[in-house]
Nanobody
Framework: QVQLVESGGGLVQAGESLRLSCAAS????????MGWFRQAPGKEREFVQG????????GNADSVKGRFTITRDNAKNTMYLQMNSLKPEDTAVYYC??????????????????WGQGTQVTVSS
């Protein structure tokens, strides 16, 4: 089992920045990919960014390209999402997730094995 705890959400104005953290515990040596997803009210959960836990390869959604950056600190078992130039349309609950296989890459939510509880990000205009 892997446990994930997000932190760092909040209320900001458009153009400002936030950094989310996701602390992993438990059998973290099994993690192959980790990812950030978000879900706005009335919408489906969507992929934001993902990272291969050991190698560091990353991928991101077009909507956040150039604004968001995913990183991880393996020694701390923590993943981060640096969000710059935030827009009102970035408002959502942000979730971190982990998967233990390479199958299907890191962008499909239904292939992830473990999820955090989510953290709210609200961007006002």
């Amino acid at each position: 089992q892997v446990q994930l705890v997000e932190s760092g959400g909040g209320l900001v104005q458009a153009g400002e920045s936030l950094r989310l953290s996701c602390a992993a515990s438990g059998r973290t040596f099994n993690i192959y990919y980790m990812g950030w997803f978000r879900q706005a009210p009335g919408k489906e959960r969507e992929f934001v960014q993902g990272i291969r836990w050991n190698a560091g390869n990353t991928g991101n959604a077009d909507s956040v390209k150039g604004r968001f950056t995913i990183t991880r600190d393996n020694a701390k078992n923590t993943m981060y999402l640096q969000m710059n130039s935030l827009k009102p349309e970035d408002t959502a609950v942000y979730y971190c997730a982990a998967k233990v296989t390479a199958n299907w890459g890191f962008s499909l939510a239904n292939t992830y094995d473990y999820w955090g509880q989510g953290t709210q990000v609200t961007v006002s205009s």
